[in-house]
């Protein structure tokens, strides 16, 4: 099975749904094998699409069958994807596979699951018609209860955003139960307001070293609602993966580094500034900018007994001092 879709959020609510039906009550520490290829560099990204084949094509030992995941087959280039296309030509009955896809896979791929019997699924949401049955669809799901108006500002509020919808529904239900019909006034706190603030600003400021600015723009993302602490850290963490995929390489023009990473932009500016940000922290400041990140992970999975807005501010100041008190070196 493959499931696209512009929205990551939407991705994984959907792949969950889906591993959750193809193990069937099955042990998933044995009967699952789960492989991303949205990795920092192209070996990497190789390196996943060649383990998730090798697993789909071996059978279990401790289970009739094998569900297999593999995640963001688009973050790789068309060769990249060879071994999975030679695999789906001669697939294995015993394994359930399932590939993931931001947007519109190769060709090759989708040409490749039609000729093996698969399936394709989109998580998209079309126009606001759609995307109205659609939150309908999921609050009904929930369990939850929404009076008219309530429904309406949701939606309204939300509009295109429906990544968001999925942590709210969550938040509704912790908050107040499934038993209760809520309101306009009780539901709309939880929404936060419209508009969204880049990463880019968010890393340009830290990288700047500018912890006030950094702090300005995090109060931004997380008062508008719009991001969860886990989700900023998670785009802080691919931020500075990046950086440490190059840290160390064998690259000395932008487009070297971008090519490592595997990026395409119109530019070389990203690999301009991704070069500058390594010479300013050097080795020891981007490893130490991962550990600072892992750091906050752990914190809100509840290491660390304090409010997760307290936890992301003190590491957007760390990362954002970390590059001050390092001048860029030449």
Do not use: C
């Not at 792949?15 to 560099?41: C, K, N, W």
């Not at 030992?61 to 999975?84: K, M």
């Not at 709210?168 to 936060?192: H, W």
């Amino acid at each position: 099975m493959l499931l696209t879709g512009d929205d990551e959020s939407l991705l994984v609510e959907e792949l969950g749904t889906r591993i959750h039906e193809a193990l069937g009550g099955a042990d998933r520490s044995l009967a699952l094998d789960d492989f991303d290829a949205d990795r920092p560099t192209v070996g990497e990204r190789d390196s996943a699409i060649r383990s998730a084949v090798d697993a789909a094509a071996t059978r279990s030992l401790f289970s009739d069958f094998r569900v297999v995941v593999l995640r963001r087959i688009d973050a790789a280039v068309v060769d990249s994807l060879e071994p999975l296309v030679d695999y789906l030509a001669n697939p294995l009955d015993s394994t359930r596979l399932i590939l993931t896809s931001k947007g519109k896979p190769p060709k090759s791929i989708n040409d490749a699951i039609k000729r093996a019997g698969g399936t394709s699924m989109s998580t998209a949401i079309g126009n606001s018609a759609e995307r109205e049955v659609w939150y309908r669809a999921q609050i009904q799901a929930a369990g939850l209860h929404l009076d008219p108006a309530a429904i309406s500002a949701l939606t309204e509020r939300l509009g295109e955003d429906v990544g968001r919808f999925p942590g709210i529904l969550d938040t509704l239900i912790s908050a107040y139960g499934t038993s209760k019909k809520l309101t306009r006034d009780e539901v709309l706190p939880f929404v936060g307001e419209a508009g969204a603030v880049p990463l880019y600003e968010l890393a340009n400021a830290i990288d700047a070293g500018d912890a006030s600015g950094a702090l300005a723009v995090l109060h931004r993302m997380l008062g508008a609602g719009e991001m969860h602490p886990l989700q900023v850290v998670k785009l802080l963490h691919n931020h500075f993966a990046r950086l440490l995929g190059l840290e160390g390489a064998d690259v000395s023009t932008p487009r070297e580094a971008l090519d490592l990473l595997g990026m395409k932009p119109k530019s070389d500016f990203p690999g301009r500034k991704m070069l500058q940000q390594i010479a300013r922290l050097g080795p020891e400041g981007v490893h130490r900018a991962i550990q600072l990140v892992a750091d906050a992970d752990l914190q809100l999975r509840g290491t660390r007994d304090w409010p997760e807005g307290l936890v992301v501010e003190v590491l957007v100041a760390r990362l954002a001092r970390l590059s001050a008190r390092r001048p860029v070196r030449r």
